[in-house]
Structure formats: C-alpha cells, structure tokens
C-alpha cells in the first residue's frame, strides 16, 4: 500500500490540463524549411497554452546540428512543470519526437533569424513559444498569427 502512495505522489501528469487546445482534425502545419542546425542554443519559454498553475516560464537547451540534436527542458505546460532531455529524433519536415512528451513537437514557424520558435502538436495537446534574447511585440503578433492560422485558442494562451 505504501508503495501505491508514493508511485502516485511520484508521478505527475504527461498531458497538460486545459486541453485540446486545437481541434484534432484541423489542418496544421510544420516548418518544411526549417535549418536544424540553427535551433541550437538556449531557449526561455515566453508562452503556453492552459493554467499556469504553480509553474512559471521554463526553458531549453538544443544541442548538435545536423547529424542530430539533443534536449535538455524544462517547460510550464498546463500548470505542470515537465522536463526530461535526451535525443529530439526527426519525425519528419520541421517535426521531432521529444523524450517525455504527449506528441512529437511540430515546428509552426521559426523567425528569420531564428530568435523565436513556435512548437506545437496535431493532437493539440500543447503549443508554446519559445524565445532567445529580446522579445518584441512584433515577433508576439507573428508567433499569435501562426498559431491561430493552426487552429489553436489563442484564450488559452497565457504569455508570461
């Protein structure tokens, strides 16, 4: 019984609550051009869909290049604080199998000079941005764009 309990107070939730946060059958689509290499680099969270719960922005780290990247996270996502790292292995144009995640990341959109990503899923389950260096409110609108053209809930969407 004992070991009931603390399996349950262990584990936390993969699906973040609040969702879908876009319906599952809408059209969406990931960045067919996306330059692997330049995802590299230190990631703060600037946005997520659902509660923020305890959880406040998080953060990734994307390592390698093109013969392979490597993660390293920690993400508010529907009020819960997830993080993992390990390989983020190609599952096709733009998209990337992320250990510890409900869904394969989907890179919507990246800014021409890659300073802003916006991540999300076909099932809907998560989406956020992600930032390095300035956030200006221009990149916020394009980042917006994106995800609402994906058929996200932008009302779902908290920015911190």
């Keep these: 019984m004992i070991f009931l309990l603390l399996s ?7 699906v973040p609550q609040g969702g879908p946060f876009r319906p599952a059958g809408a059209p969406i689509y990931s960045n067919a051009v996306l330059d692997v290499p330049r995802l590299a680099g230190e990631w703060q969270q600037v946005a997520g869909f659902g509660p923020t719960g305890d959880c406040g922005p998080g953060q990734a780290t994307i390592s390698g ?14 009020g819960v604080m997830v993080a993992d790292a390990g390989a983020m292995a190609p599952a096709g144009p733009g998209r990337f199998e992320v250990p510890g995640q409900p869904g394969p990341w ?3 959109w990246a800014d021409a000079d890659y300073r802003t ?3 999300g899923t076909p099932k809907g389950d998560f989406g956020f941005i992600l930032n390095r260096g300035a956030f200006p409110s221009d990149r916020l609108v394009a980042a917006k764009d994106i995800l609402d053209w994906n058929g996200y809930d932008l009302a779902k969407l908290t920015v911190y």
């Design 8 to 14: 349950a107070c262990a584990t936390a939730p993969l």
């Design 65 to 78: 290049g093109a013969s392979g990247l490597r993660v390293a996270y920690r993400l508010c996502q529907g």
């Design 106 to 108: 989907w890179v919507l």
């Design 117 to 119: 990503l916006v991540i």
